[in-house]
């Protein structure tokens, strides 16, 4: 049995991220059934980019939503990256390489904690990272922190189902379990994708995260369903 990896500890969760960054796309795709790319696509599309803007992709891993994001702010804009694991920013800078028009940076670095000047950002987008910080309400804090007054983000992520839906959370169950662990294990890397439903466990629920959002400053914060709710989006405006 695997020694289970401890969602919170920011040292486990990088070390985590380097190691299944080369497997990372592909069985993003496989476990998504290539939806993962629709559900991103909904997450920008809140964010309303456009030329000249100054956009930031939180917790951005090999770079997806940034690279597309950097196509929508040429000319003039640019696009920054920021992950705390040094392996999938790797594999993002080198697909920036093939396209090097695009206006995108990446830097290793804590989300929660940027090190950015207040209100540099136009926009932000943060997918499948909130869940991953130690603390989401301090990342949260700092994602308004970053936006100028109006500017939009967009938080995706599990959802964790709410107490009265039972349906949902057993769906999510069935699929954590029963297919995302053995495909994850003929990768070598069960432990590292069981991780995933011990981070939802933690996570607070789409109300929760509404809350949050309004006590870091956001004047709006709605928290969408996707998927039949097993995703959530939550689109905020600073
Ligand atoms: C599930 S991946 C998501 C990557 C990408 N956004 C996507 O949707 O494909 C989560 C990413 O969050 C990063 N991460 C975890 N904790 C972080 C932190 N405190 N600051 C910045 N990145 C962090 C991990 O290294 C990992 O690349």
Same mark, same amino acid.
């Given at each position: 049995?695997?020694?289970?990896?401890?969602?919170?500890?920011?040292?486990?969760?990088?070390?985590?991220?380097?190691?299944?960054?080369?497997?990372?796309?592909?069985?993003?795709?496989?476990?998504?059934?290539?939806?993962?790319?629709?559900?991103?696509?909904?997450?920008?599309?809140?964010?309303?980019?456009?030329?000249?803007?100054?956009?930031?992709?939180?917790?951005?891993?090999?770079?997806?939503?940034?690279?597309?994001?950097?196509?929508?702010?040429?000319?003039?804009?640019?696009?920054?990256?920021?992950?705390?694991?040094?392996?999938?920013?790797?594999?993002?800078?080198?697909?920036?390489?093939?396209?090097?028009?695009?206006?995108?940076?990446?830097?290793?670095?804590? $989300? *929660? %904690?940027?090190?950015?000047? &207040?209100?540099?950002?136009?926009? @932000?987008?943060?997918?499948? #990272? !909130?869940?991953? +910080?130690?603390?989401?309400?301090?990342?949260?804090?700092?994602?308004?922190?970053?936006?100028?007054?109006?500017?939009?983000?967009?938080?995706?992520?599990?959802?964790?189902?709410?107490?009265?839906?039972?349906?949902?959370?057993?769906?999510?169950?069935?699929?954590?379990?029963?297919?995302?662990?053995?495909?994850?294990?003929?990768?070598?890397?069960?432990?590292?994708?069981?991780?995933?439903?011990?981070?939802?466990?933690?996570?607070?629920?789409?109300?929760?995260?509404?809350?949050?959002? $309004? *006590? %870091?400053?956001?004047?709006? &914060?709605?928290?969408?369903?996707? @998927?039949?709710?097993?995703? #959530? !989006?939550?689109? +905020?405006?600073?």
């Amino acid at each position: 049995m695997p020694v289970p990896i401890q969602p919170g500890d920011p040292e486990q969760v990088r070390d985590l991220f380097d190691r299944i960054a080369p497997a990372y796309d592909n069985l993003n795709d496989l476990l998504s059934l290539g939806l993962h790319r629709l559900w991103k696509r909904q997450a920008m599309a809140w964010l309303d980019p456009r030329p000249g803007q100054r956009l930031l992709d939180l917790c951005c891993g090999t770079g997806d939503l940034a690279l597309v994001l950097a196509e929508k702010v040429r000319p003039g804009g640019l696009v920054l990256g920021i992950d705390a694991a040094a392996a999938p920013l790797e594999r993002a800078r080198e697909r920036a390489r093939r396209q090097p028009w695009l206006p995108v940076e990446f830097r290793q670095g804590d $989300a *929660a %904690a940027t090190e950015l000047a &207040a209100g540099w950002a136009d926009a @932000a987008v943060m997918a499948y #990272g !909130l869940r991953n +910080l130690p603390d989401p309400a301090a990342g949260l804090q700092e994602l308004r922190r970053l936006l100028r007054s109006g500017g939009r983000a967009a938080v995706l992520d599990f959802n964790r189902p709410a107490d009265h839906q039972g349906a949902t959370a057993a769906f999510q169950r069935f699929y954590l379990r029963r297919l995302v662990v053995p495909l994850a294990r003929r990768a070598g890397l069960e432990a590292q994708y069981a991780y995933l439903e011990r981070s939802l466990g933690r996570f607070p629920t789409g109300s929760e995260q509404e809350a949050l959002a $309004a *006590a %870091a400053g956001f004047t709006q &914060a709605r928290h969408r369903l996707l @998927a039949g709710g097993q995703m #959530g !989006l939550l689109q +905020l405006v600073a």
